[in-house]
């Protein structure tokens, strides 16, 4: 026993010391390193870049195109055509009308006139843009939330910590009193072993809290992008502590349009109706502009071929009509309209779904504020009944059978209001995510 109190007591002096020593990070700094260091922002960074150079290939399709071509043809057996009777004799002639080697160069312009499908798809280049927008916001907002939890539980077990560190000393105050009346045969041996129970009880909630405050750091670690091998020391709040951010009682009014699933979907809505509108314009005529230049050379060997060439230019339009693949286009379009018309009705459902979440967030957090209260005052009033059975106790007053008791309501106490904590802390973060109000959160803090 007197091992474990040395052993905890320079646990606690360590951790102290360590901490001391230590740059201190609270809530908000916590956010801002994650928004800045966490992987995650890299690839909706990427995911931006993509969206960008999708916008310069939409574009290119209607830019100019020129496109080079060369042939080197070696006939190994020529073709050969037929001359009728009568042209040079009264027997058919068979002739060749080309040579064992040919070559053709040819470079060609061309640059689309017209093509609606083109232009209808260039109008999603906006959307595409504001949907990496959106999910890059996103991103931010699952880094604020995840980050607010887990410094949450930080501050929970650090509370919790100091209550069983409070309870721990009473204990060994308790055990101290009875080791030197046990001696004096004033109280029995049983006594003494079980008040040494709770103590060593309590000793290993100690350990366990310890432990899961380290299981605790190293979540928040990775949630800010923090090295995992750095030591982090957090300013863990309180109910007293606490940002007024957190405390604030919630508002009623709620703004659908405010949060970013709402918004993502309401692109995605935009990006299909001009799918669909794309997909119908396939019908529409295309009309090109193309220019091209070239030459061919011919010879029974390969320096003939090159030596002596023949230039060629020409210039004109082309007009593209679809005529018969309009079944295809059809069911295409209608595949393309049910899906914007479920990507509407689902945003309706959605919609209603928001509002509900909304609410029960709102409710949760006001009764979880009712059981932090609660469990506060208990909290008070169960060190103050403690406080009067252990002087009850040193005057013999009562005994030792109502001292554990009073003691064990004490602990239920503080572990009750320890779930409530964190329970409210967990409620607040929630209704800021169902409202769609993260980033204001933080930006409050």
Not at 27 to 46: D, H, P, T, V, W
Not at 138 to 154: C, H, M, P
Not at 243 to 254: C, I, M, R, T, V
Request: proline share 2%; charged share 20%.
């Amino acid at each position: 026993m007197n091992m474990d109190k040395k052993t905890i007591t320079l646990l606690a002096v360590l951790i102290s010391v360590h901490m001391m020593a230590q740059k201190s990070w609270n809530l908000k700094q916590c956010i801002e390193y994650g928004l800045k260091n966490n992987r995650s922002n890299s690839i909706y960074a990427n995911d931006k870049l993509a969206a960008d150079a999708k916008v310069k290939e939409a574009l290119a399709d209607y830019l100019p195109k020129i496109s080079l071509s060369s042939t080197l043809d070696n006939n190994l057996k020529l073709q050969q055509s037929v001359i009728p009777a009568g042209f040079f004799g009264e027997e058919p002639v068979r002739v060749a009308f080309a040579q064992k080697f040919n070559a053709n160069a040819t470079a060609q312009f061309d640059q689309t006139l017209y093509d609606q499908a083109l232009i209808t798809g260039l109008k999603a280049n906006k959307y595409n843009k504001e949907q990496a927008e959106l999910n890059s916001e996103q991103n931010q907002e699952t880094l604020i939330y995840n980050i607010t939890k887990a410094y949450f539980q930080i501050s929970v077990y650090r509370q919790q910590l100091n209550f069983l560190k409070s309870n721990l000393e009473t204990y060994s105050r308790q055990i101290e009193i009875f080791k030197l009346q046990s001696s004096q045969g004033v109280v029995l041996q049983k006594d003494l072993d079980k008040v040494m129970v709770d103590f060593n009880n309590t000793a290993s909630q100690l350990r366990v809290a310890q432990s899961n405050l380290q299981l605790a750091e190293n979540e928040l670690k990775f949630e800010m992008g923090y090295p995992i091998d750095q030591a982090l020391t957090v300013t863990a709040i309180t109910r007293q502590t606490a940002p007024s951010a957190l405390l604030e009682n919630p508002k009623a009014d709620f703004d659908v349009a405010s949060k970013t699933d709402y918004q993502l979907s309401q692109v995605n809505i935009k990006l299909l109706d001009i799918q669909q509108s794309r997909i119908q314009a396939e019908g529409l005529p295309k009309l090109t502009a193309y220019a091209r230049y070239g030459a061919v050379g011919f010879g029974e060997n390969l320096s003939q071929v090159y030596s002596d060439v023949s230039d060629f230019a020409t210039v004109g339009l082309r007009l593209n009509i679809p005529v018969l693949d309009f079944y295809k286009r059809s069911a295409q379009y209608n595949q393309a309209k049910i899906e914007r018309i479920n990507a509407e009705e689902q945003l309706k459902i959605d919609e209603s779904r928001y509002k509900v979440d909304h609410q029960n967030a709102m409710n949760t957090l006001l009764q979880e504020q009712a059981n932090m209260d609660n469990n506060q005052r208990n909290v008070d009033l169960a060190q103050s009944v403690l406080n009067t059975t252990d002087l009850q106790l040193q005057k013999g007053v009562t005994d030792l059978t109502d001292w554990l008791n009073t003691q064990n309501s004490l602990k239920e106490a503080q572990n009750n209001y320890l779930r409530s904590l964190y329970s409210y802390f967990q409620a607040k973060i929630d209704l800021e995510k169902a409202a769609g109000t993260l980033q204001k959160f933080y930006n409050s803090l």
